[in-house]
């Protein structure tokens, strides 16, 4: 398991919107925002997003 990009592959339940990253912004749209669809890491939901889906995974499974 690679527990550096582990929680990047945690989805969201709830809306996220992120501010346009340094560089990236766009002329004339500078105030626009971005919506995650998938966790980022140093999110406070992140971790939640993540044990949801492996937790789904090991009861689909069978683990109890």
């Known amino acids: 398991m690679d527990v550096k990009s582990v929680f990047l592959h945690g989805k969201l339940e709830e809306d996220m919107y992120v501010e346009?990253?340094?560089g990236y912004k766009r002329?004339?749209?500078?105030?626009?925002?971005?919506k995650s669809?998938?966790?980022?890491?140093?999110?406070?939901?992140?971790?939640?997003a993540?044990?949801?889906?492996?937790?789904?995974?090991?009861?689909?499974e069978g683990f109890v």
Do not use: D
Request: hydrophobic letters at 30%.
């Open 50 to 60: 993540w044990f949801s889906r492996i937790e789904s995974y090991f009861l689909k």
């Open 20 to 22: 346009q990253p340094l």
């Open 37 to 48: 669809k998938k966790a980022l890491y140093g999110l406070k939901q992140t971790p939640k």
């Open 27 to 34: 002329k004339g749209k500078e105030y626009k925002v971005f």
